[in-house]
């Protein structure tokens, strides 16, 4: 069936670091994929996206990486701060069927002061 | 100034109520969705609206009926509450479903309790 990953579920970090948060999809058919952020007690909010055509998509101190040979995504936010806490979640859209988005599991960041 | 609101932010209710949560938003999209998010923050998609019409029914009991009187808004209704529909309830919406994506923007949350 299709499922969206996450390798860890906690990631601690210490402020200043630089993080990456791993995703594992499975549907090959997916074609755009986003990284969501979630503070405690508030709605995803969109961080950045990626198309199947690119590798890789910078914006500001965060960076998406797209690996479609092994079906892997990663998320890396360079010198992460306290407001980078939140816990972060992959989606992926496929290509057949109803637009939706899969969501992953989710992985917490804590940043260590 | 707020994109897409939800209300009430916290229901508590009893096991055999019926209850509605309401959505609006002001970005002028076209589409609209509900999302339930358990205890283990897993967010699934429940329902989507685009232009009113519903577009993705996954699979949730019939107890939960969305409604969308207009494109800016998308109701969500459940009948007789039970233990396991506590969690938090989010609503999205997008410019559209175009295939490639379309941006998600996420109300606060309803965080749904049932006794």
Known sequence: ?113 | DTAVSQTPKYLVTQMGNDKSIKCEQNLGHDTMYWYKQDSKKFLKIMFSYNNKELIINETVPNRFSPKSPDKAHLNLHINSLELGDSAVYFCASSQGIRQGGDEQFFGPGTRLTVL
């Open chain 1, 1 to 113: 069936g299709e499922s969206v990953g996450l390798h860890l579920p906690t990631l601690s970090v210490q402020e200043g670091d630089n993080s990456i948060i791993n995703c594992a999809y499975s549907n090959s058919a997916s074609d755009y994929f986003i990284w969501y952020k979630q503070e405690s007690g508030k709605g995803p909010q969109f961080i950045i996206d990626i198309r199947s055509n690119m590798d890789k998509r910078q914006g500001q101190r965060v960076t998406v990486l797209l690996n479609k040979t092994v079906k892997h995504l990663s998320l890396q936010i360079a010198a992460t701060q306290p407001g980078d806490s939140a816990v972060y979640f992959c989606a992926e859209v496929p290509t057949s069927g109803t637009y939706k988005y899969i969501f992953g599991t989710g992985t917490r960041l804590k940043v260590l002061a």
